[in-house]
């Protein structure tokens, strides 16, 4: 049995580095990491076989392979082949990666989408394990998998980035679930730090930046005038100093500017051109504080590496997220919740679990047709809880899935035709106009 693991980030590549550590993955012969560049634009971002550090994350495996170089010039998530090519493209990938005709086992991520899908379609028998080492495994799954992924699908893999926090994703498919506890993690950012070499101060704040606007959340200006709140935060707190870390599909053009601003308002501001983790950066450097919106950092950064972080615009993106079934939704969510408006974690909370709740109240909201189980539950906590957390929730939703709170239902729309009835109207009256116009001349000849 060869299992193939499957990375598409830096992040994922330490990640499973600890899954391996820990024994997680699914009994096999041989484990093949597969590299797949998950980034929109791979070209101008570094090959994963390139990031530092990754001989030492790879020795974990017993060989590597590179699906994105095999792919080029086309994009992974460009990948989708059509069903009378499955069997060609598996003939081909079961050369190529030296594969034999034996039976294999997939560890995926984010299987609903390409590449992970195209190759669980690909191998279409074999079994199915999904990894997922973000905040988004909380939240539920996006789309209904097709039959033959879903009888397929023997488990999950997730990182406990929130510490007794259970995840959404694929739920409704009750499968096996195994978690990678945080120490776990935690140690393979510490081999990774002992190669990194940083001349920074620790009395610093990191700020970790986003790719909000590229991926059309908010607009450029929206996401500077965002920037530059978490500098503000940074001077509040007494910092002088400041980290600035580029996410990593972001445009350099947004750092250089909000260097310029940082000067002005006179901080020390040192944009980090390095392709380390953040992570691996929070661990070497030790700074004070660790600001974002709702990165995945914030959480890495406060339960795996023991810093204090703040978290910045999470309200005002709650409200501004469309349409509401966006899966950022629950990250956001986790966020402001938890760094925002103080919720403790569930392993840490002595009384009710009120984190958890208000996941699945708004993981319902979400996906109310794949986690119909879950109304019950989510209606209570509405009932009891709403004008607390009603920054979670829009009323447009509650009144579409007739959830309580009554009071804050919308007003009944007016009754108009269906748009299909007014477009069809509007051409017969154009139409008829035209005819009118046709005889108006025809008619004027003949008085001539």
């Keep these: 049995m060869i299992a ?23 009994e096999a012969d041989e484990y093949v990491l597969v590299l797949v560049n998950g980034s929109q634009v791979p070209e101008l971002t570094t090959a994963l076989d390139q990031v530092p550090g990754f001989e030492k994350l790879a020795s974990r495996f017993d060989r590597v392979v590179d699906f994105a170089a095999l792919l080029a010039p086309r994009r992974p998530f460009q990948f989708n082949p059509r069903e009378d090519e499955l069997h060609i493209f598996e003939r081909l990938l079961r050369q190529a990666w030296d594969l034999g005709d034996g039976p294999l086992t997939l560890v995926l991520e984010s299987i609903q989408v390409n590449p992970a899908r195209a190759l669980a379609r690909i191998f279409f028998d074999a079994q199915l394990w999904v990894h997922s080492d973000g905040l988004m495994s909380y939240g539920p799954t996006r789309s209904r998998l097709a039959m033959p992924l879903r009888q397929r699908l023997m488990g999950t893999i997730h990182v406990d980035l929130v510490p007794g926090l259970e995840p959404h994703l694929l739920a409704e498919l009750e499968p096996a679930r195994k978690e990678l506890h945080t120490e776990q993690l935690a140690q393979v950012f510490t081999e990774l730090a002992t190669d990194a070499h940083f001349d920074l101060p620790a009395s610093s704040a990191l700020i970790l930046g986003q790719y909000l606007g590229s991926l059309g959340l908010m607009d450029s200006e929206e996401e500077f005038d965002l920037h530059v709140q978490m500098l503000q935060v940074a001077i509040d707190r007494g910092l002088s100093t400041v980290l600035f870390k580029a996410h990593p599909s972001a445009s350099a053009t947004s750092a250089a500017r909000l260097a310029t601003v940082g000067a002005e308002l006179g901080l020390d501001f040192r944009v980090l051109n390095t392709d380390h983790l953040a992570e691996t950066v929070i661990t070497a450097v030790r700074p004070k504080v660790v600001i974002s919106c709702f990165s995945t950092g914030l959480a890495t950064a406060r339960y795996i590496l023991d810093t204090e972080v703040h978290a910045v615009g999470t309200g005002m993106m709650l409200q501004a997220l469309a349409p509401y079934e966006n899966s950022n939704r629950i990250p956001l969510s986790i966020i402001h919740a938890l760094f925002v408006q103080g919720l403790p974690a569930p392993t840490h909370s002595e009384t009710d679990d009120q984190l958890s709740a ?31 957390f009603s ?58």
Aim: charged share 30%.
């Design 391 to 448: 920054e979670h929730f829009k009323r447009r939703r509650i009144t579409k899935l007739d959830l309580p709170p009554r009071f804050v239902h919308l007003a009944p729309a007016r009754r108009t035709l269906p748009s299909k009835v007014r477009s069809a109207s509007r051409r017969v009256l154009r139409k008829g106009s035209k005819r009118l116009d046709k005889l108006s001349r025809s008619l004027g000849r003949l008085a001539k």
């Design 4 to 26: 193939l693991i499957e990375a598409s980030s830096y992040f994922q590549l330490a990640s499973l580095a600890a899954m391996a550590d820990a024994g997680l993955f699914p």
């Design 358 to 388: 208000l996941l699945t109240a708004v993981a319902y909201c979400m996906q109310p047709n794949q986690l119909s189980e879950l109304r019950e539950a989510a209606e209570e906590f509405l009932a009891s809880n709403y004008l607390d």
